[in-house]
């Protein structure tokens, strides 16, 4: 919960950057890259997307510009925050043979400490997501672990856009973050204050702010604030009936639907490797021409690939309709009997980025719209 | 000296353009470890020494055209023990498989001035339509990294990786930002086998297809958005598929459908190409 909030002036951003980094943190946020707003790298503030916003919807995506000067006056891209959580490919440990037989282990690279600045409310429920599959249990994933624990988490509270593919609202993610992070900026664009409203989620936040020059937040920057998240709220471009949403989705495993969504799904796996909360990965042993040399290496799968079920000698989901059954059942039904919540945190990422235009609300709500079809359908 | 005797190796050039053994002389870091580990009987664009059969390890490049290659196939097959199709030529039968979808006959009137010289098949075929086929490289050519992952499962006796799903899976990996979703540009890359680690798309271009159909390609969906949602003539989509692997069975069947629906309008080698489709933006 936040411990109160503060000012800072946009110019500062570059001394949050600048603190973070001097605390030895490597500060990943959003840039522009190749046509869309991708995180990286940051060097300075210079580098993140200033006065660029983003035109989403079903298979499209275009950078537009704003006629403003904000910095994070657009919805989530391409990426998540999942890239450097779950590093993919990934050496588990790699082993050389010496020349009198023994095997000589090299363990993995050593993690760098991220600051992830601009993390949407969304996606910080998505890693909520992930932390109960990779985290909680007896099979802890030490590589997630680490980077998780060191995360210095900078929230950017959803304003000053107009989200066309997100429903946040419907799987009660977003707009606004509440939890989760050390700082929660919400960027206020009034002319000739330009400024952030900055919350303080930890201790750790608020030791960082101690570097950058701040004032107290008055009572109308909160309301501010609030009224521009609100906004984003009411701006929804999807929304999802959640309610009875899982029943009414294992009711409906013969619906005529799939057939319909399998022909035009191309089966690329584009919906599940832009997913935040998609956490599937296959492990490869690989080796050199010598023989002396082997790596076992981790990367993210996708349940979209005849491989992904190959046992025993045949693939089990041969058809593009059962293998988009998995996937949304997965995201809407099964993660709920799996680990308690949804797999989908309406980022709206798998809408804009297939390639096709699948759209997962409008799929589901067919879906789960005529229960116990199957008795019709055979 | 390896404690074992090393297996026979040898490469075996077809109608092809040679890039695929480029892309083995290309391994330059890993040559000295692969003339280490194999024997290399037979490579003519490395050595003109030869070895005689049988041999352990048979790549085969390019695609059969010509009655002498049917019986040369043949014959390597009968002294090869692993017999690989290496590369588009070899695996679909390349980019001059564009005569499967003409008159051959005419071809040969028109180009050489002696035609009752030409000895040659009406279609341009892989190998794998005339002889079992161990396993086949995709790719034009196939990438390094596929072609050592070949090598070295041989060596160990075990099954090569060789991944059949689309290209958008590993340009997702590689966090490259989508060209059609983003610019609008057709991409051949959700109904394209991986292999060539999305090369196109890194550069800004659509897949072009080079490594051939994927495990399940959705061409009629794909193609569908390309003509509905892009807004690209139907017509123009033909030279996207009759490239270097017009004639896998997957993009053949786009291509003749088109053509079909298309019959009383120009013919498909007058159609601009497949560049100048790329360019096409879905702005207007
Ligand atoms: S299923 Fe789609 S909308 Fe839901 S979290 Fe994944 S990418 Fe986002
Ligand atoms: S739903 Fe879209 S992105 Fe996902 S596999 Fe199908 S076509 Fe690809
Ligand atoms: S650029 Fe092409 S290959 Fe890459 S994700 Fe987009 S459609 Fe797929």
């Known amino acids: 919960m936040a411990r109160g909030s503060v000012v800072i002036e946009s110019a500062h951003l570059r001394t949050l950057i600048l603190t973070l980094q001097r605390e030895g943190y490597q500060v990943i946020g959003p840039t522009v890259r190749d046509g869309s707003i991708v995180y990286a790298e940051l060097s300075s503030d210079g580098d993140l997307p200033v006065g660029w916003t983003d035109e989403q919807e079903a298979g499209h995506y275009r950078l537009r510009r704003r006629d403003d000067q904000a910095v994070f006056g657009y919805a989530v891209g391409p990426h998540s925050w999942k890239r450097f959580l779950l590093p993919s490919p990934f050496v588990l440990w790699r082993a050389r043979r010496t020349a009198d037989g023994v095997l000589e282990e090299t363990p993995p690279a050593d993690a760098p400490r991220y600051a992830f600045l601009g993390v949407r409310s969304c996606d910080l429920h998505a890693i909520r997501v992930l932390d109960r599959i990779v985290l909680a249990g007896t099979a802890v994933d030490p590589i997630y672990a680490h980077r998780r624990e060191q995360a210095f988490i900078v929230t950017v509270q959803c304003a000053n856009f107009a989200p066309r593919t997100c429903f946040c609202v419907s799987m009660g993610t977003g707009p606004r973050a509440t939890a989760g992070y050390d700082l929660a900026l919400t960027e206020l664009l009034e002319p000739g204050a330009h400024r952030f409203?900055?919350?303080?989620?930890?201790?750790?936040?608020?030791?960082?702010?101690?570097?950058?020059?701040?004032?107290?937040?008055?009572?109308?920057?909160?309301?501010?604030?609030?009224?521009?998240?609100?906004?984003?709220?009411?701006?929804?471009?999807r929304r999802l009936d959640t309610n009875g949403l899982k029943a009414a989705l294992y009711a409906n495993l013969e619906h005529p639907r799939w057939n319909d969504v399998a022909e035009r799904c191309l089966t690329c796996g584009n919906c599940t490797m832009v997913c935040p909360t998609c956490f599937c990965f296959s492990v490869e042993d690989?080796?050199?021409?010598?023989?002396?040399?082997?790596?076992?290496?981790?990367?993210?799968?996708?349940?979209?690939?005849?491989?992904?079920?190959?046992?025993?000698?045949?693939?089990?989901?041969?058809?593009?309709?059962?293998?988009?059954?998995?996937?949304?059942?997965?995201?809407?039904?099964?993660?709920?009997?799996?680990?308690?919540?949804?797999?989908?945190?309406?980022?709206?990422?798998?809408?804009?980025?297939?390639?096709v235009g699948i759209d997962i609300t409008e799929e589901a709500a067919v879906l789960s719209s005529r229960r116990g079809a199957g008795a019709e359908d055979t | 000296m390896p404690r074992r005797a090393r297996p026979k190796l040898a490469v075996w050039k077809f109608a092809s353009c040679d890039g695929c053994q480029l892309t083995l002389l290309d391994c330059e870091d890993e040559l000295l470890a692969i003339a280490d580990r194999f024997h290399i009987a037979y490579f003519l664009e490395a050595s003109s020494a030869t070895v005689r059969g049988p041999y352990d390890l048979s790549l085969v490049e390019g695609s059969i055209?010509?009655?002498?290659?049917?019986?040369?196939?043949?014959?390597?097959?009968?002294?090869?023990?692993?017999?690989?199709?290496?590369?588009?030529?070899?695996?679909?039968?390349?980019?001059?498989?564009?005569?499967?979808?003409?008159?051959?006959?005419?071809?040969?009137?028109?180009?050489?001035?002696?035609?009752?010289?030409?000895?040659?098949?009406?279609?341009?075929?892989?190998?794998?339509?005339?002889?079992?086929v161990d396993y086949e490289l995709p790719g034009c050519p196939p990438s390094k990294e596929a072609v050592l992952e070949l090598l070295t499962a041989f060596l160990q006796g075990r099954k090569p990786r060789i991944p059949q799903h689309s290209v958008c899976i590993d340009c997702k990996r590689h966090g490259i930002t989508c060209v059609m979703v983003a610019e609008g540009t057709p991409c051949l890359g959700p109904v394209?086998?991986?292999?060539?680690?999305?090369?196109?798309?890194?550069?800004?271009?659509?897949?072009?297809?080079?490594?051939?159909?994927?495990?399940?390609?959705?061409?009629?969906?794909?193609?569908?958005?390309?003509?509905?949602q892009l807004g690209i003539q139907e017509t123009r989509l033909l030279p996207l598929y009759r490239s270097f692997n017009a004639a896998a069975p997957a993009f053949a069947a786009v291509a003749l459908g088109i053509s079909a629906a298309h019959v009383n309008e120009r013919s498909g080698n007058e159609l601009p190409f497949a560049s100048k489709v790329e360019r096409a933006r879905d702005d207007g």
């Open chain 1, 286 to 355: 690989r080796t050199d021409l010598s023989g002396n040399v082997t790596e076992r290496v981790r990367q993210f799968d996708v349940c979209f690939t005849t491989a992904f079920t190959y046992t025993a000698g045949t693939s089990h989901r041969h058809s593009a309709r059962a293998r988009y059954r998995q996937w949304v059942l997965h995201k809407l039904a099964t993660w709920v009997d799996q680990f308690g919540t949804f797999g989908c945190v309406g980022c709206g990422r798998c809408i804009t980025w297939c390639p």
């Open chain 1, 197 to 237: 409203v900055v919350e303080i989620g930890s201790e750790r936040g608020a030791n960082l702010l101690a570097h950058v020059p701040h004032r107290p937040a008055r009572a109308a920057d909160l309301r501010a604030a609030e009224q521009a998240i609100a906004r984003t709220a009411t701006q929804m471009g």
């Open chain 2, 65 to 132: 055209t010509t009655p002498e290659e049917v019986e040369r196939i043949h014959a390597i097959r009968r002294h090869s023990r692993v017999l690989v199709a290496m590369g588009a030529c070899a695996t679909a039968g390349g980019i001059q498989a564009l005569r499967n979808f003409a008159d051959v006959a005419e071809f040969k009137r028109i180009v050489y001035a002696s035609p009752e010289y030409i000895r040659t098949l009406e279609r341009s075929l892989p190998a794998s339509a005339f002889v079992p």
């Open chain 2, 192 to 228: 394209t086998r991986t292999g060539c680690g999305a090369l196109c798309p890194r550069y800004r271009r659509g897949c072009y297809g080079c490594f051939g159909p994927m495990e399940t390609p959705n061409t009629t969906s794909l193609n569908t958005w390309f003509t509905q």
